[in-house]
C-alpha cells in the first residue's frame, strides 16, 4: 500500500518568513495530493490540491510543488501569519483511500 | 462549509459499555470514512465504505464496528468501551477518488 513521510514533525516560524514542509510517497500510481489544516479542536480542511499532471499550483499565499520523478510534494506559505499556526497534514491517493502523512505542528512566533 | 455531522463532540463513559459515534453527510458522497486520531497528531484509517452496503476495515486494526445502511450515514460501534479506545474520532466524505474529502469536527472519547 501506499506510504508517506513528511517532515518536519514541528516547525517555528517567525511571522513574516516562509514555512516550508515536505512529504515523500511509495506508489508511484498515486496521483492527488491534497494538504489538509487541522485547527484546534476542528477537523482537517482541505487548504489546497495538486494532481500528478501538474508540478506547481498557488493560491495567495499558499503553493505547492509535486515531483512526481522523485515523488515528493511540499507546501511552502509565505508571508506567514498567526492564523497559519495549526497542524498540517500531506495525503496521497492510494488505491481507494488518502494516505496521511504523519503530520507538522507548524508554530507562528509573532 | 463542510455539510458533515459527527455526535458526540464529547463523550466520557465507563469500562464495558455499549457506544455508538455517528457520523452523518448531506452531500450525497458515496465514500465515508472513519479516522482514529493519536494525541501525536497521526491520522489511521480504521473504517471505509464505498457506498450502501459496503464496509471494509481500514490500516489500523480496531475493535470497531461500522454499517452503512444509507448513503448518509455511517455509524460507528463499540459493542464494549475499554480505556485503550480513548481518542479522537474524525469522520470524513467524499464524492470521487481524486477529489476532496470533507471532515467532521470529530468526536473526542475518554473511557475511563
Known amino acids: 500500500g501506499e506510504n508517506v513521510e513528511q517532515h518536519p514533525s514541528t516547525l517555528s516560524v517567525q511571522e513574516g518568513d516562509s514555512a516550508v514542509i515536505k512529504c515523500t510517497y511509495s506508489?508511484?500510481?498515486?496521483?492527488?495530493f491534497p494538504w489538509y489544516k487541522q485547527e484546534l479542536g476542528k477537523g482537517p480542511q482541505l487548504i489546497i490540491d495538486i494532481r500528478s499532471n501538474v508540478g506547481e499550483k498557488k493560491d495567495q499565499r499558499i503553493a505547492v510543488t509535486l515531483n512526481k520523478t522523485a515523488k515528493h510534494f511540499s507546501l511552502h506559505i509565505t508571508e506567514t501569519q498567526p492564523e497559519d499556526s495549526a497542524v498540517y497534514f500531506c495525503?496521497?491517493?492510494?488505491?481507494?483511500?488518502?494516505?496521511f502523512g504523519t503530520g507538522t505542528r507548524l508554530t507562528i512566533i509573532p | 462549509e463542510a455539510d458533515i455531522y459527527q455526535t458526540p463532540r464529547y463523550l466520557v463513559i465507563g469500562t464495558g459499555k455499549k457506544i455508538t459515534l455517528e457520523c452523518s453527510q448531506t452531500?450525497?458522497?458515496?465514500?465515508m470514512y472513519w479516522y482514529q486520531q493519536d494525541p501525536g497528531m497521526e491520522l489511521h484509517l480504521i473504517h471505509y465504505s464505498y457506498g450502501v452496503n459496503s464496509t471494509e476495515k481500514g490500516d489500523l486494526s480496531s475493535e470497531s464496528t461500522v454499517s452503512r445502511i444509507r448513503t448518509e450515514h455511517f455509524p460507528l460501534t463499540l459493542e464494549s468501551a475499554r480505556p485503550s479506545h480513548t481518542s479522537q474520532y474524525l469522520c470524513?466524505?467524499?464524492?470521487?477518488?481524486?477529489?476532496?474529502?470533507?471532515f467532521g469536527q470529530g468526536t473526542r472519547l475518554t473511557v475511563v
Open positions: 506508489d508511484s500510481a498515486s496521483n492527488y
Open positions: 452531500m450525497g458522497h458515496d465514500k
Open positions: 470524513a466524505s467524499r464524492w470521487r477518488q481524486n477529489t476532496e474529502a470533507f
Open positions: 495525503a496521497a491517493r492510494g488505491l481507494e483511500k488518502l494516505t
